[in-house]
Structure formats: C-alpha cells, structure tokens
T-cell receptor
C-alpha cells in the first residue's frame, strides 16, 4: 500500500514466489495508469500500463489489476527474481488528464 | 538510440548560484517534463512542455525556469539555488502527453 513521509513501505519476498504490490489512487477521473520500476541510481523504467476501460492487463511475468470501484491498482510479478529488487511506483493521470501523479513507491526486496 | 540524456549526473552548488540542467531526447517526442525526487517520496512535476515553444508549470515550479526552443532539448534552470532544491532531478519524454514516459538517468544536485 501507500504511505506518506520518508519511509517507503517495503515488501520482502522469497525468490521464486509471486509478488503483489498495491497502490491506492485518488482521482476517480483518471483514465490511464502506469507502473514504473526504479533501480538504485537509475531513472524510472516503464513496466506496464492500463486504461480505465480495462480491469486487467498482462505482460511478461507482470499483471496489472485495476479496481475502479475502490480506486485500487495492483502489480503482480510472477516468479520473482533478484533482478526485480527495486522501488515500484504507480502513476495516475491528473485532474486535467495531462500529466502523471506518482505515488511514493514501494520497495521490493527479493530474498535468496 | 540514446533515448533521454541528462547532464550533468552530479552537481554541487553553493546557495545563490545558478545553473542549467540539460536534457535532450532523440526520439522526436513532443512531450517533455522535469521531475524532482526527494527521499521516500514519489516524483513531483516541476515543468512540462507539449511541444517546441510551449511550456507550462507543474506541481512545484517555484525557483525553476524552462524553455523549449527545439523538440530535442528541454533545459531546466535554477536561478538562485537554495538548499531546499537539493534533490534528484529527472527529465522524461513521451510521444505525446499521457503515454508511456521515458526517463533519463537523473541529476543528483546538492545545494550547500
């Protein structure tokens, strides 16, 4: 889930397990959502996106689920690998549908 | 294909100094933006541009100027640096607004 402040929520999973990262968004009018992955010292990298007319979208080892009723977005990573260790951000379009508003992020730590 | 290139990667400024963070993209993207990232927080939008000659303010524009004289370049200027501007700055571009954004590697700025 999301939190405010200096301390990122952290999710620790065993290598090979599935990971689920959650995000609560605030703008009920948002029509586009993106998940980004950010490794230490690097810029955010696109993972997967979803439009508001869908509730599920799958990529390679990743699935994004959108629940508009409760304004909830989740990212599922199958068979989590050490290379998946990073901070994951969800982003939603703003009130004007022009720019993205980013959540504070969740740190995923993959345990050997 | 270099993508989004930011320079410099690291910079230390004294309070009151000015400087320009450079950003260039070679993907012929119309939309470019600048974000700052502070510890434990998501990315916050500083300024954005929907095309050459057009710029607009984001969530945290104070203390920063931008210009967009060409499609490729979108420099960010700090007019009089303050310690509160210590942050990691990311430039991003996308084909058009509200689509997948490609990020640069970031500039870590420290103002002392």
């Amino acid at each position: 889930g999301e939190s405010v402040g200096l301390h990122l929520p952290t999710l620790s999973v065993q290598e090979g397990d599935n990971s689920i990262i959650n995000c609560a968004y605030s703008n009920s009018a948002s029509d586009y959502f993106i998940w980004y992955k950010q490794e230490s010292g690097k810029g955010p990298q696109f993972i997967i996106d979803i439009r508001s007319n869908m509730d599920k979208r799958q990529g390679q080892r990743v699935t994004v689920l959108l629940n508009k009723t409760v304004k909830h977005l989740s990212l599922q990573i199958a068979a989590t690998q050490p290379g998946d260790s990073a901070v994951y951000f969800c982003a939603e379009t703003d009130n004007y549908g022009q720019n993205f508003v980013f959540g504070p992020g969740t740190r995923l730590s993959v345990l050997p | 294909n270099a993508g989004v290139t930011q320079t410099p990667k690291f910079q230390v400024l004294k309070t009151g100094q000015s400087m320009t963070l450079q950003c260039a993209q070679d993907m012929n993207h119309e939309y470019m933006s600048w974000y700052r990232q502070d510890p434990g927080m998501g990315l916050r939008l500083i300024h954005y541009s929907v095309g050459a000659g057009i710029t607009d303010q984001g969530e945290v524009p104070n203390g920063y100027n931008v210009s967009r004289s060409t499609t490729e370049d979108f420099p960010l200027r700090l007019l009089s640096a303050a310690p509160s501007q210590t942050s990691v700055y990311f430039c991003a571009s996308s084909l058009v607004m509200n689509t997948e954004a490609f990020f640069g590697q970031g500039t870590r700025l420290t103002v002392v």
